[in-house]
């Protein structure tokens, strides 16, 4: 009797470990449940993280860094965070020229930078500053953006750049102590642009003693007297506050202000396509919204800079014909620079537009 009993203890004790043998396996060795589809689940790879610094001279209160800002946001939208955008507006990254060193270099991936900028790097971009070549904006737009001007853009490339957006500030108008009726006025004035070798043509067909002054020195030297005007759209006279060193401003509308945001080609291609794609995507949405900023700011310029003293005038036909006819040589240089075919291209599309939304 004893002995049954003894033998009863042996046996639940060994059912007992067995148990908890199994229930130990159980929890801790087990493959991984599977899928809906019958294979074990994944661990998703850590995706990579593109970083961007993207450069522009312009105020945060410009159309351009609205422009740069709506990039950033819909980029990393699109993106799912893959592209992450650092905005560095007045400057921050260096002079214009600078900037664009630096992303032909690869040492700053994009730079919002004017047209007579960028064609210090690619000469093609020069025919863009043709003197009086866009009667308005919307003229302007239907070039830059067509066939035309994707052709003049491409010239980029050979030099280590890509063009991704282009942006506009306006139309150029004239400042000094007095306006200016026709190139006569401007007979040996020292007068500022931008360091172009088509705006320094420019001016000197005007008559006037063109001087090269970095966008960042131009108030100072206004405000000193090293120069006596110079050249740049409403929008810029607002945000450099020129009131302050100018008494007046010429509407002569003689040049675009055209921004084109460049991108190094190296750091481009290197992108996996659906991120170069989310680049472009993000690009278009956002420099429609800086078009039609400008547009619906301009007025408000005009109205600002009469509201702080400024003289505006504006040029009578036969003023703006004198201007018009003083510029013709500077097409002949142009052409001399870039070639007959593009010139004659540039000034053909670019007449059509001007008809088109004259009306």
């Not at 930078?113 to 009667?135: C, H, M, R, T, Y």
């Not at 401007?186 to 002054?213: C, D, H, Q, S, W």
Request: charged share 25%.
């Amino acid at each position: 009797m004893v002995k049954s009993v003894k033998a009863r203890v042996v046996a639940l004790v060994v059912a007992g470990v067995l148990v908890v043998s199994l229930l130990a396996g159980c929890s801790g060795s087990q493959p991984a449940a599977p899928a809906p589809g019958g294979q074990p689940k994944a661990e998703q790879p850590k995706q990579e993280v593109f970083k961007v610094k993207f450069g522009h001279n312009q105020d945060t209160n410009s159309p351009q860094h609205r422009c740069a800002e709506a990039f950033k946001q819909k980029v990393e939208e699109l993106s799912k965070g893959r592209v992450q955008v650092t905005v560095y507006p007045n400057m921050q990254l260096g002079q214009l020229r600078q900037q664009a060193e630096q992303v032909q270099a690869g040492t700053q991936e994009m730079s919002m930078q004017p047209v007579s900028v960028w064609g210090n790097f690619a000469q093609a971009l020069e025919g863009f500053d043709i003197p009086f070549l866009f009667a308005n904006n919307d003229a302007m737009f239907e070039v830059v953006t067509g066939p035309v001007g994707q052709e003049v853009f491409k010239a980029l490339e050979a030099k280590g750049l890509v063009q991704i957006g282009v942006e506009t500030g306006g139309l150029k108008v004239m400042t000094g102590k007095a306006p200016y009726r026709g190139p006569k006025d401007l007979k040996g004035k020292k007068f500022r642009v931008m360091p172009a070798p088509i705006l320094i043509e420019t001016y000197k067909a005007f008559g006037a003693n063109p001087t090269p002054v970095e966008y960042g020195e131009l108030y100072n030297a206004l405000q000193q007297g090293v120069v006596d005007g110079q050249e740049n759209p409403l929008q810029t006279l607002s945000m450099l506050k020129l009131w302050e060193v100018q008494k007046a401003v010429t509407i002569t509308n003689n040049g675009p202000m055209l921004y084109v945001t460049v991108g190094n080609k190296k750091w481009f291609d290197s992108l996996p396509k659906d991120l170069q794609q989310n680049i472009r995507d993000a690009m278009a949405y956002a420099d429609k919204i800086e078009w039609e900023d400008l547009k619906k700011n301009e007025e408000g310029y005009l109205k600002q800079l009469k509201e702080k003293g400024m003289e505006v005038y504006s040029p009578t036909p036969e003023e703006m014909q004198a201007f018009r006819e003083a510029s013709k040589p500077v097409v002949e240089f142009i052409a001399g620079r870039i070639g007959k075919d593009l010139v004659d291209k540039l000034m053909k599309t670019a007449e059509a537009a001007n008809i088109k939304y004259s009306k």
